[in-house]
């Protein structure tokens, strides 16, 4: 069995690579081959194995005793900040980022936070608390749309306006199979997208189109997230991490899911502004409390939360970054656009253990071959991630 020589994937019989187009002779593409190291499977000795039991039997021990348990939910405090100035057009590629920097930390770090706060990277997330199960939303009828908003009204904010478009797109969603889990169909009708959507394109909340959200980056559309989301299969209680924040709906919709959520965003100006609008939602809708958050390039993923049951990525790249595949849980799922900027294919990824030790990879497009164009994953230098020099800053 033969796969790529540039981004990993299997490859046919037969032709080039069905994900990046590299060609198995082309000579430029071996050169972007992964490290050795990232192609095999990781192995341990058997001697590790005894040390490992009573490592977990030492965290099973804290887990009872709970000495990091937070007194009570701490948010930020900062308002939500002008919006970018708005796209020419919707539903087409963004442009690429803008050359983002990380910038000094702007918000307070916040005290009681469960978890530590990544040691060099600017996080002024809301302390990590558990929201209550079961949730509201628990309650909410699905099958009449009459019933719906009347609960919707009685439990949110949100005017008949939306709620109609919002059912209305779900009940595509359903049609579509993008949605077929009822957990996810009761967390899309109950996220108020509209919220998360800049004011100047409001009307299009519920558009089946990526919008513009400023500093060329998009708020992906309803059917992509919903069958990104479905493809995760995110259980209650999975650490799931998301790359590329954006306009925050993404991860709003992960915490009607789970409770540990953790999303990283890589332009410094939209991270502030969905940082500000998690903390004023977060009266109406405590969960956003549990979504931890952070500027920085999510390429390196967020090691001290590792490892993730979850992982999903809302831009594209042409290669899997290798800390993410490392911070994957055994039998971890992840859903990332890999090819070139020209479009690229939705996988998902399991990481399955092997009997013997280490891992094997196992890929499936959730398009079954139509490719899709995300914006670009970028460095905090604005540039592209190659894959033969960026392993150099890993570990962060
Ligand atoms: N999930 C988002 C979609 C945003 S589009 C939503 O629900 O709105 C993808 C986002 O990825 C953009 O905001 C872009 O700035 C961000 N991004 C690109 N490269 C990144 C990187 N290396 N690390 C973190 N975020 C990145």
């Not at 965290?59 to 348990?69: I, N, R, T």
């Not at 513009?212 to 059917?223: E, F, K, M």
């Not at 890589?266 to 979504?291: G, M």
Request: proline share 9%; net charge neutral; aromatic share 8%.
């Amino acid at each position: 069995m033969a796969f790529c020589p540039r981004c990993g994937f299997e490859l046919p019989s037969s032709g080039d690579c069905p994900v990046c187009g590299a060609s198995a002779r082309d000579d430029s593409a071996s050169k972007n081959r992964p490290r050795r190291s990232e192609r095999r499977p990781i192995r341990f000795p058997r001697i590790l194995f005894p040390a490992l039991i009573a490592i977990a039997a030492a965290a099973v021990v804290l887990l009872l005793l709970d000495p990091f348990k937070p007194k009570a939910p701490v948010v930020s405090t900062a308002d939500v900040s002008p919006a970018g100035a708005p796209q020419a057009s919707s539903g087409t590629p963004a442009s690429p980022a803008p050359a983002a920097s990380v910038a000094p930390a702007d918000s307070t770090q916040l005290a009681a936070a469960p978890e530590p706060a990544a040691s060099n990277q600017n996080t002024a997330a809301a302390g990590v608390t558990d929201s209550p199960w079961p949730k509201v939303l628990d309650t909410m009828p699905t099958t009449s749309k009459e019933a719906y908003i009347a609960w919707m009204q009685t439990h949110t904010d949100e005017t008949a306006h939306f709620l109609e478009l919002k059912w209305q797109r779900a009940q595509i969603l359903v049609a579509n199979k993008d949605i077929t889990s009822p957990s996810l169909l009761r967390a899309f009708l109950y996220t108020p997208r509209e919220y998360f959507v800049r004011t100047y394109n409001l009307k299009k909340a519920y558009d089946n189109t990526a919008i513009p959200i400023g500093y060329g980056q998009t708020i992906s559309g309803p059917h992509m997230v919903a069958n990104m989301t479905q493809s995760l299969d995110v259980q209650r209680g999975d650490r799931v991490l998301e790359i590329g924040t954006g306009s925050g709906y993404q991860s709003a919709l992960l915490s009607e899911l789970t409770d540990h959520v953790y999303t990283i965003e890589i332009v410094p100006q939209l991270y502030r502004e969905t940082d500000a609008i998690y903390t004023k939602l977060s009266a109406r809708y405590p969960e956003y409390n549990s979504i931890l958050r952070k500027n920085a390039d999510g390429y390196y993923g967020w090691a001290e939360h590792a490892p993730f049951q979850k992982i999903i990525v809302t831009a594209g790249i042409d290669h899997i970054p290798p800390d993410l595949l490392k911070q994957l849980a055994p039998d971890g799922v992840m859903v990332i656009p890999i090819g070139p900027p020209s479009g690229q294919t939705v996988l998902r990824i399991v990481k399955k253990p092997l009997a013997g030790g280490g891992f094997t990879f196992e890929r499936s497009d959730i398009y079954h071959g139509t490719k899709v164009i995300f914006v670009p994953f970028t460095s905090t230098e604005g540039a592209r991630h190659n894959v033969d020099t960026s392993g150099a800053g890993s570990g962060q």
